[in-house]
């Protein structure tokens, strides 16, 4: 830390020029910030969903729907624990743009099959008590003000009319990534209300005793639905979501390339500009070996000066980046998740770091290898 006036001193002789070069790391660091998050956001329901659950859809389309029946047979199976029912509701709150997934669901099972979404329990007996009530996502409530106790309109494009739910509960999940967008109905009650597809689900989620099950239980429940007017096509959670995000990967695989080259410019303009910075301080550095300064010194010195400005430069980026996250989903609700995890930022910050000495070395090995008659002749 002695030295450290010292490099301060060297970076402040061109405070435009360093503070641009500072700009230019920040830039590249909230672009990885970025990437990151959108990463995240296509692959993270891949990474939470459970391989000890299964996704009976129909075979033709996961918009076709299935016989309520089937749920009772999937129950016989051994090695099935629980299975819920859920169906597209997609409501629409206000306005078309305020989108958010909503889904009928079994208020007995949901519970049962997916239990990290956490209600207290009293919200969800209330939820129980209530045909017209409704669970939400701590993130979709947030968004749009509701609270517990509630009254909610939304308008059914599907099943036509207008709809008013009772806000009876809210869900969370501790796991980042997790997916907080989600309004539950009761299955019940739009079976009640609906007057076409009275009796049919969307798909079942299917519990297992264990993930050891899953192969046999899968072949077991479409090989007794084959040759049926709906047949069925069975995956785990995490297969399912994985096929998803692969329908999608051009989108996600387009807004990498491009940010990755922009992200790989801004660091050869970087250490472009440390290059020029070293050479206009030949005769600097000449003088310093010849005081007596060793050549390895020479060399930390550069090295420090090009490191110190890639860790400033990406610790602003990456700040503006979670900053960024933490102002909410820019989509809409279109995005299941959209946060900066620590982990990318600590990645961040080593590829900062790495940067800096990669943008430093070829530098900092011309100036310790800089012979000082040759370098006082150019003064």
Request: glycine fraction near 10%.
């Amino acid at each position: 830390m002695k030295f450290l006036p010292l490099i301060l001193a060297n970076l402040s002789r061109k405070k435009l020029r360093t503070t641009l070069t500072i700009g230019s790391f920040a830039v590249a660091l909230f672009l990885f910030g970025f990437l990151a998050v959108i990463h995240g956001a296509f692959n993270g329901g891949v990474d939470l969903a459970g391989i000890d659950r299964l996704m009976v859809i129909n075979k033709v389309s996961i918009i076709q729907t299935l016989p309520r029946s089937y749920g009772d047979r999937i129950q016989r199976i051994p090695g099935v624990k629980y299975v819920a029912i859920q169906s597209w509701f997609g409501g629409i709150y206000q306005d078309p743009k305020n989108f958010f997934p909503s889904f009928a669901i079994d208020p007995v099972t949901q519970h049962e099959v997916f239990p990290e979404f956490a209600v207290p329990e009293d919200q969800w007996n209330a939820f129980l008590a209530d045909r017209e009530g409704a669970i939400v996502g701590s993130r979709t409530a947030k968004r749009f003000g509701w609270k517990v106790g509630d009254r909610v309109p939304l308008k059914a494009p599907i099943y036509g009319g207008n709809w008013e739910f009772n806000i009876r509960g809210i869900y969370n999940d501790p796991r980042e990534g997790a997916d907080l967008t989600q309004f539950w109905l009761r299955y019940d009650y739009l079976d009640e209300r609906r007057t076409v597809g009275k009796g049919d689900v969307g798909w079942y989620a299917v519990k297992l005793d264990s993930p050891d099950d899953a192969v046999r239980v899968v072949k077991t429940i479409d090989d007794g639905f084959a040759n049926s007017p709906y047949e069925t096509k069975t995956e785990t959670m995490q297969a399912m979501a994985a096929s998803w995000v692969k329908q999608a990967g051009n989108i996600e695989f387009l807004i990498l390339a491009i940010g990755g080259v922009v992200f790989f410019t801004l660091l050869l303009v970087t250490g472009n500009t440390m290059a020029l910075a070293v050479r206009e301080r030949m005769g600097e550095l000449a003088v310093m070996k010849a005081v007596g300064f060793s050549d390895r010194f020479v060399l930390f010195i550069v090295l420090a000066e090009s490191v110190l400005i890639a860790v400033v430069g990406g610790a602003i980026g990456l700040g503006f980046s979670k900053l960024f996250t933490l102002s909410g989903d820019p989509t809409g609700g279109v995005l299941q998740s959209f946060f900066l995890p620590a982990s990318a930022m600590l990645l961040g910050m080593l590829a900062a770091f790495a940067v800096g000495i990669l943008a430093g070395i070829l530098p900092a090995s011309s100036a310790m290898r800089l012979r000082v008659v040759d370098a006082l002749r150019r003064i």
